[in-house]
């Protein structure tokens, strides 16, 4: 069993092997779920309300046109989301724009779809699976019109290092699966994360990186969350970066 180093958002490790590469399978899963606990609430959702608000995958790629009944609206996915606090800020208050929020972690999936059904939101689905399966093998090229990645495990120590979610292989995937002009929006709290990135993006002539001034509406003025509140008093500063996918 590994041992346990950061907690991201909720109580869920990411875990990638330093063999990991996108495009090849790998017989280790690229995280580990800590045993946490599962309020009734969460239990009942998780029983009750996936069928009427996840995606359930099967053998072929995701039809998300037929997800979402097909709405034309422009589909952005939201990586990780912990306990969903901004995934369901962002579809409360633009349901011009669907979301898709992709998670392995039971109580946040449980938390997500309590809200979804309270709040009668049609244009947020749930998707429970890892984001390296799910797209290299359930997502079609070109789309997503913009992925968000909040908060990414940071795994601080150097030899873990390998470990981290947005390494410039992965960021190659995301190429693939971003719609052309699409962008990518990544929030950290850890500086050499943020710079690694950083580095990754503007060495690739294939991301524009954007001034923040250029942030889409759904991401301005997001909620403070109980991570970034813990991250602040602990004196990390939170970066953001936005690029966006240009021709090769």
């Known amino acids: 069993m590994p041992q346990l180093l950061h907690l991201k958002r909720l109580d869920r490790i990411e875990i990638m092997p330093s ?15 800590r045993k946490g606990r599962t309020t009734s609430a969460q239990r009942r959702a998780l029983k009750c309300l996936k069928k009427q608000h996840t995606i359930q995958l099967g053998e072929d790629k ?7 009944e097909g709405s034309p609206k422009k589909l952005i996915a939201d990586v ?12 409360d208050r633009f349901d011009e724009v669907n979301f898709v929020g992709i998670e392995v972690y039971p109580p946040g999936i449980g938390s997500a779809l309590n809200q979804i059904e309270q709040n009668k939101l049609t244009n947020l689905k749930i998707i429970e699976s890892d984001v390296f399966d799910l797209l290299e093998t359930k997502v079609s090229n070109e789309t997503f019109d913009a992925m968000i990645f909040l908060y990414p495990d940071p795994w601080p120590k150097r030899k873990h290092l390998k470990r981290r979610l947005l390494s410039e292989d992965f960021l190659n995937l995301l190429y693939d699966k971003v719609a052309m002009g699409g962008v990518v929006f990544c929030k950290t709290d850890w500086e050499d994360y943020y710079t690694q990135v950083k580095k990754a993006v503007v060495s690739d002539n294939r991301w524009l990186r954007e001034d923040l001034t250029s942030l889409p509406e759904y991401l301005k003025s997001l909620p403070q969350t109980k991570y970034e509140k813990k991250a602040l008093i602990e004196g990390r500063e939170p970066r953001e970066l936005l690029f966006r996918k240009t021709p090769r």
């Open 19 to 33: 063999s990991f590469r996108p495009g090849l399978k790998n017989t280790e899963k690229s995280f580990v779920l």
């Open 62 to 68: 995701v039809d998300f046109s037929a997800a979402f």
């Open 80 to 91: 990780g989301f912990g306990s969903g606090e901004s995934l369901l800020y962002m579809a």
